[in-house]
């Protein structure tokens, strides 16, 4: 078998397995196709790769410039790869196996603070109300205020946002069920701003696109996917920053779950419940949160510990 070919079927494989979305599937078939090309071009192919080999290909991407973020996404590619060549018995080995990914810190999030996120939900909600204002302007508005209460409100992934039913709007329930990733379903919170936002949106878009509002998705769109794709959501999500005043660079879809999450562990939420709240599969993920917890900490002590009273005697 060819090494395209093996590579494809290790993607068919994951996406069966792990029902990996099509974006995933995609980043891995870049990474293992560089990984393939560099394999022949040394005349080698992903049967007969040694672990020299690999870590050859690691030292070439990084002299090519890439992160330690990328690099370490590209082993763990390989990793996956020659782990299922293996256990498909296709080798007798894997040649990964003592390879060490690239040291990296995890980023803290860039968080919004609740005033920032008020002020896009303000300028989101500019005229919605106002009679004068073009049928279609008031559409789009409506439609980014309601992906920004959900956004915010219940901290989805952008790709789940946008991928949600038209029966999302009907829910009476103060929770949604959402499909995440690899499949593992959960409940997420739906605020009343949230219900209000999808009621206002929706009753819109049946008075002015009556066809598009039969479309079985929550944010339907003319293109090829029937529905409003992430890109346009964050362009229109940078307009709204910037005409809040807000710096771009700080604002996209993540970094409203980013806020999310660090403003209910600001107000006490337990670690655990925002883990399940983001669908976290492992609780290491949700730990990038834990600087919110030390600050938190911190002003405890300042605030409830003895040695903290600056007017003690």
Known sequence: ??????????????????????????????????????LVENGADPLT???????????????????????????SAIRQFHKHLYLEG?????????????????????????????????????????PARPAAERLRAARLACLLELLYGSGLRVSELISLPK???????????????????????????GRA??????ALLEAEKPGLAKSPWLFPADGASGRLTRQVFARELKTAAAAAGLSAARISPHALRHAFASHLLQNGADLRVVQDLLGHADISTTQIYTHVLDERAKA??????????EERE
């Not at 296709?90 to 919004?112: A, F, H, M, N, Y």
């Not at 009476?172 to 919170?189: D, H, N, S, W, Y």
């Open 300 to 309: 405890m002590v300042r605030d409830l510990h003895p040695l903290g009273d």
């Open 167 to 193: 029966a999302a709007a009907k829910t009476r329930q103060p929770a949604l069920t959402i499909r995440g990733k690899g499949g593992k379903e959960r409940l997420v919170p739906i605020s009343e701003p």
């Open 1 to 38: 078998m060819s090494a395209p070919r093996l590579v494809e079927t290790f993607l068919d494989a994951i996406a069966s397995d792990r029902a990996a979305s099509a974006n995933t599937i995609a980043a891995y078939r870049r990474d293992l196709s560089d990984y393939v090309d560099f």
């Open 90 to 130: 296709r080798r007798s080995d894997d040649p990964t196996v003592s390879i060490e990914g690239p040291r990296r810190q995890r980023p803290v999030p860039k968080v919004l603070s609740v005033a920032e996120i008020d002020k896009l939900l303000r300028v989101a909600q500019e005229g919605l109300d106002d």
């Open 197 to 202: 936002a999808i009621a206002r949106y929706r």
């Open 49 to 75: 790769a040694t672990a020299e080999q690999a870590r050859a290909f690691l030292v070439h991407r990084s002299e090519a410039g890439l992160k330690a973020s990328s690099l370490a996404r590209q082993l």
